[in-house]
């Protein structure tokens, strides 16, 4: 059909348009939606996205010899440095060098504060740590608890120079030599520990029977976890540390709140002292208490 390019209205086609229009925005007011003609309706704004966690920065593998000749590209990188023993300068410092048959007078400085024994003479090594141009200041932000020990001489050889701050110097037997042996525990270790072990199961299996609504098995756990705080406050009492045993007494007063609360038949009472229980933990564990790299504890010696 061929369309006409004017277009003449009736008064009765123009109620019909009129009618059709006033279905369409009924229809579309049903439906949740706009109509094209009207006023569109503020959007509202998007609850802003969690901030995404900086994930560790990755280890970059690296050459000693790649370190010397171009150290601003890896200042402030975490490297695995690979190399020969130069020298031994201190008891935790030695320098690395491509050549392990002669020096090439680009050699790189490590720091291992915890370094367990010499280093062999030319032996490779791998050196795990930050690289950064050596600077007193510097090292001793980020190295803490470090004393500097390299000669006058060798401090003003490689100061301004790449120094790798070692946590870990792997010799050709796989063995890290800066590595902390772990210390066997102590008589004290021993008594606290196995009270200790007590606890996690027990507020696991707390937490489990209250929210099932075990009454018998609430009062058991809870019952475990009030004479583990009271055997930890008795051992700091000798120990005469009136901190860590005020800590123990408050654990103990929240494990007594449980039994009271469920005694009673409050068990969403009893629920709300199970967080500040295991924080009782945590704030002994963070003063009191040092995690080897087996998962064991020692207590924490003064200073």
Known sequence: ???????????????????????????AGQAGQTPANATPAKPVPAAPAAPAATPPKPLVPVAASSV????????????????????????????????????????????????????DLNGYVTVIG????FDEKEVAEKLKDYQIDLSAA??????????????????TAGVDIAKKPIPAMSADDLVLQKIMTKLPPAQAALRKALDGKDLNLVKEQATILKTAFTDIE????TKGNTE?????????????GILMNVGLG????AKTSITPLGATCASCHGKFRERMDDGTFRIKTAG
């Open 244 to 256: 860590a045993m005020n800590i123990a007494t408050e654990g103990k007063k929240h494990a007594d």
């Open 130 to 133: 930050q690289l950064i141009k």
């Open 266 to 269: 409050h068990l969403d009472a």
């Open 234 to 237: 008795l051992f700091w009492k």
């Open 68 to 119: 010397a000749s171009n150290p601003d590209t890896y200042v402030g990188e975490f490297v695995t440095m690979t190399g020969a023993v130069e020298a031994n300068l201190s008891k935790t410092s030695f320098s690395v060098d491509q050549d392990k048959n002669k020096p090439t007078g680009k050699d790189v400085l490590v720091l291992a504060p915890n370094l367990q024994k010499p280093a």
């Open 1 to 27: 059909m061929q369309r006409s390019t004017r277009v003449t209205l009736s008064a009765g086609s123009v109620a019909l348009a009129s009618f059709l229009l006033s279905l369409t925005v009924l229809n």
């Open 154 to 171: 060798d401090l003003a050889k490689f100061r301004g120079k790449p120094v790798v701050l070692a946590t870990a110097v792997i010799n």
